[in-house]
C-alpha cells in the first residue's frame, strides 16, 4: 500500500503488515499536516517531535510484542482535552501557555492501544459555538469549501479526518459538538452514551452533558477508537459501571434489518431542502437494505434548544469560575497602584474569555440567582425528563431513530458570526441525546446541490452503542459516502465549480 493512499485505520494496518513502520506512517500524515494546514487551520498545535518519538518507540517493540489495537494509528485531539507535555487550550486566551501535567484518561488509554497523537485541535472557546469562528487562534476551514465554516465546536477534528490529516480524531459533545461538525465535514461523529467514556482531563463545560467521542471516515474506526478509551474510571465519578460491549464486533457485523423510527413532524419546518432530499435518499437507502421505517412522535422535541440554552450555560457559569488567574494560567498584568484582589479577577476574565463565552457565563449565572432558579433550572430539569421519556417510548417500538443531523449544511464563516440565535437553532436536532443522555452518531448520507456534505443522524438506547455501529455499518455498506474524498468547488454553485 503506498503510504499516500493511507487513510482508514485499516490502511494503516495494512501498511504496517507490508512492512512499513509507525515512523513511516507518522511521518506520511505529518506531512500533510506540514504541507495542508496552513491553510485549513485544523490544528492549533503540531506534536510533530513527540509524535515521531512515539512512533520510534512503537517500532522498537519487535516482532514479538503483542498486537495492539491502534498500533501506530496518528490520532489528532480537541484542544480541550489535556495532553501531558502539550498544550491545552481550549482556544481560549485564558489557557495560553497551558500544559498540562497529567493525560486525560482517553489520552492515556489510546497512547496504552497503541495511538500516536500528532496534534491539538482547534475549537470553539471551551466548546461554545457551533463554527469553530469562537477561537483565538481564528477560524478553522471546511476541506469541502474553504469559504464555509467546518462546524463546532470540534471544527478542527472533523476538518483534520476529512482531509485525511489523520485517520481518526477525538472531540467532545455537549450539544453536538462532534456530530454537527461530522456532517458539515461528510465524515463519521459518534457521541456515546453519557458516562460510557471517562471525562476526566476534558476541560469541562456542561458537566451533565458533556460526552467524548470520535471521529473517523468509517463506523468501524470510530468503533475502534470507542473501545480502546470506554469503560469505566475511578477518576470520573460519572463513568458509568457498565461493561464495554465489543464495539469492533458491532461495527463487523451489519444489522440490515433494523427497525427505524422516523419523527417526521418535527422535520415538517426549518429543514432545507438540500438536506431534506438526502435524508429523504438516506431512508430510501434504509428500506432498501432492510430496515423497517416507521412514524414515531417526539412531542416534547421542540423544547430541546430552549432546554439546553438553560442548563449548559448554568452549568457552564459554575464549572468556569474556576479561572480566575490565581492557580494557572492567564493573569492580566496589572499596576501595582491599582494591584487589588478583584481587580484581577475581573481584569483575567474580561481579556481572558471571549464574547461567546462571557455571553453564557452570563446567561448561567442568571438562570441559577436565587429568584430565578425554579422558573429556569429547574423547569429544564423537568422538560430534560419529558424529553428522556418520549425517546423511551419510541424505543419501545424501534430499533433507533433517524433524522438529519442539521437543518442545513454548511454556510460561510462570518455569515452567522453576529447572529447567536440563529446558531442556537442550529442545534435543534442534536440537542437532545445530550439532555437525556442517549448514544447517537451522525454519518455521511449525500451532497445538497452545492456539493456540500449532509449528515444522518442515528440516536440509540442507553449503552447500546454496538446497536447503533451496526446500523450505521449495513448502512455504510449500502450507501459509501466516505469513499469520495472533499471535492475542491464544492459549495460554489454549480455552474462556477470545476468538473470533476
Ligand atoms: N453548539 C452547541 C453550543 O454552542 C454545542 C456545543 C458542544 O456540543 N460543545 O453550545
Request: negative net charge; proline residues 7%; glycine residues 10%.
Amino acid at each position: 500500500m503506498e503510504l499516500s493512499s493511507l487513510a482508514t485505520i485499516a490502511d494503516v494496518r495494512a501498511a504496517l503488515r507490508d512492512g512499513a513502520t509507525a515512523v513511516d506512517v507518522c511521518t506520511e500524515f505529518l506531512g500533510r499536516i506540514a504541507a495542508r494546514d496552513g491553510d485549513l487551520r485544523a490544528f492549533n498545535h503540531t506534536a510533530a517531535e513527540p509524535a515521531l518519538a512515539r512512533a520510534a518507540a512503537l517500532d522498537r517493540r519487535g516482532p514479538d510484542a503483542p498486537d495492539l489495537p491502534l498500533l501506530g494509528v496518528p490520532i489528532a485531539v480537541k484542544d480541550n482535552i489535556c495532553t501531558r507535555g502539550l498544550p491545552t487550550t481550549a482556544s481560549s486566551r485564558i489557557l495560553a501557555g497551558y500544559v498540562p501535567p497529567y493525560d486525560a484518561t482517553v489520552v492515556e488509554r489510546l497512547t496504552a492501544a497503541g495511538a500516536v497523537v500528532v496534534g491539538k485541535t482547534n475549537c470553539d472557546e471551551f466548546a461554545m459555538g457551533s463554527t469553530t469562528e469562537h477561537s483565538v487562534t481564528g477560524p478553522t476551514r471546511n476541506p469541502w469549501d474553504p469559504a464555509c465554516v467546518p462546524g463546532g465546536s470540534s471544527g478542527g477534528s472533523a476538518a483534520a479526518v476529512a482531509a485525511r490529516l489523520a485517520p481518526v480524531a477525538l472531540g467532545s459533545d455537549t450539544g453536538g459538538s462532534i456530530r454537527q461538525p461530522a456532517a458539515f465535514c461528510g465524515i463519521v461523529g459518534l457521541k456515546p452514551t453519557y458516562g460510557r467514556v471517562s471525562r476526566y482531563g476534558l476541560l469541562a463545560f456542561a458537566s451533565s452533558l458533556d460526552q467524548i467521542g470520535p471521529f473517523g471516515l468509517t463506523v468501524a474506526d470510530a468503533a475502534a477508537v470507542l473501545q480502546a478509551m470506554a469503560g469505566p474510571d475511578p477518576r470520573d465519578a460519572t463513568s458509568a459501571d457498565a461493561a464495554v460491549p465489543d464495539c469492533g464486533a458491532g461495527a463487523a457485523e451489519p444489522m440490515r434489518r433494523p427497525t427505524i423510527g422516523v419523527p417526521w413532524a418535527i422535520l415538517e419546518n426549518g429543514v432545507d431542502a438540500g438536506v431534506a432530499a438526502a435524508f429523504a435518499t438516506a431512508v430510501d437507502a434504509l428500506k432498501d437494505m432492510g430496515a423497517t421505517v416507521v412514524d414515531v412522535a417526539l412531542p416534547h422535541a421542540e423544547y430541546a434548544v430552549p432546554t439546553y440554552y438553560i442548563v449548559a450555560p448554568a452549568e457552564a457559569s459554575s464549572n468556569l469560575a474556576r479561572y480566575d488567574g490565581v492557580r494557572y494560567a492567564y493573569r492580566a498584568p496589572l499596576d501595582e497602584k491599582d494591584a487589588t484582589l478583584d481587580r484581577m479577577y475581573d481584569r483575567t476574565r474580561r481579556d481572558g474569555f471571549g464574547d461567546e463565552v462571557k455571553r453564557r457565563i452570563m446567561l448561567g449565572t442568571y438562570a441559577l440567582s436565587a429568584g430565578y432558579y425554579d422558573a429556569y433550572y429547574l423547569k429544564a430539569q423537568q422538560v430534560r425528563t419529558l424529553i428522556r421519556d418520549d425517546y423511551d417510548a419510541a424505543f419501545e417500538r424501534v430499533d433507533a431513530v433517524a433524522m438529519p443531523t442539521t437543518p442545513t449544511t454548511a454556510f460561510r464563516l462570518g455569515e452567522r458570526a453576529d447572529d447567536p440565535l440563529q446558531l442556537y437553532v442550529g442545534d435543534v436536532f442534536t440537542a437532545s441525546a445530550n439532555l437525556t443522555g442517549l448514544p447517537a452518531v451522525s454519518l455521511p448520507c449525500g451532497r445538497d446541490d452545492a456539493g456540500l456534505p449532509v449528515g444522518l443522524q442515528l440516536i440509540g438506547r442507553a449503552f447500546d452503542e454496538v446497536t447503533l455501529l451496526g446500523i450505521g455499518a449495513a448502512y455504510e455498506e449500502q450507501a459509501p459516502w466516505w469513499r469520495e474524498p472533499p471535492t475542491a468547488g464544492a459549495g460554489m454553485p454549480r455552474d462556477e465549480a470545476p468538473a470533476s
